[in-house]
């Protein structure tokens, strides 16, 4: 059975820290791509953030460059998200996706997502 697990979402005020944790089994990890997805109320969702399953590769959404960092511990099929100086505009519920396609266009699994809301 496939399980993708986020936690770490909290209320922070504007310019703290959070890190996102995202914990997956059921699946070789070690075959997909993963990815931090978030979508804010009334806005569409956007990719935050991606690892390649080989964790030589990484995606940042312009926004976030700089204040957040993508990683992960194939060992204990985590992956997580680590974000600094954050901005009330930061405020989602934060999805962990796996893929095979860098692009995921079309991820296959995803979570059930961790809320993140910063405050000014």
């Known amino acids: 059975q496939v399980q993708v697990v986020e936690s770490g979402g909290d209320s922070v005020e504007a310019g703290g820290s959070l890190t996102l944790s995202c914990k997956t089994s059921?699946?070789?990890?070690?075959?997909?791509?993963m990815c931090w997805f978030r979508q804010a109320p009334g806005k569409e969702r956007e990719k935050v953030s991606c690892?390649?399953?080989?964790?030589?590769?990484?995606y940042y959404l312009d926004s976030v460059k700089g204040r957040f960092t993508i990683s992960g511990d194939n060992m204990k099929n985590t992956l997580f998200l680590q974000m600094n100086s954050l901005k009330p505009e930061d405020t989602a519920m934060y999805y962990c996706?796996?893929?095979?396609?860098?692009?995921?266009?079309?991820?296959?699994?995803w979570g059930q997502g961790t809320q993140v809301t910063v405050s000014s």
């Open positions: 690892l390649s399953w080989s964790g030589s590769r990484t």
């Open positions: 059921g699946f070789a990890r070690g075959d997909y791509h």
């Open positions: 996706a796996a893929g095979r396609l860098w692009t995921m266009t079309n991820p296959d699994y």
